[in-house]
């Protein structure tokens, strides 16, 4: 099964240069965003099943990357307002 690589900037295109720019200059969000992309990682060997985890496990992780997608692009919506 082919399973989707959900880089931030690959979800969220419209944000590509406050991502870089966020990521330089604002520590929590440098800290929210490694954190997705650990996540992305986890969740992406559990449904290649190359790490063993329950169905809850990878539920539990996938609602917790929802969740920092969510900061994450309310982060950027804000960058991108007070820079327009």
Request: glycine share 0%.
């Amino acid at each position: 099964m082919s399973v989707e690589h959900h880089t931030l900037a690959n979800d969220l295109p419209e944000f590509k240069h406050e991502i870089h720019q966020l990521k330089m200059t604002n520590a929590h969000f440098k800290k929210l965003f490694d954190e997705y992309h650990e996540l992305t990682r986890q969740i992406e060997n559990m449904e290649n099943e190359v790490t063993l985890a329950t169905t809850n496990e990878e539920e539990k992780a996938k609602h917790r990357r929802v969740y920092l997608k969510d900061e994450l692009a309310s982060m950027l919506r804000k960058a991108q307002a007070t820079s327009a």
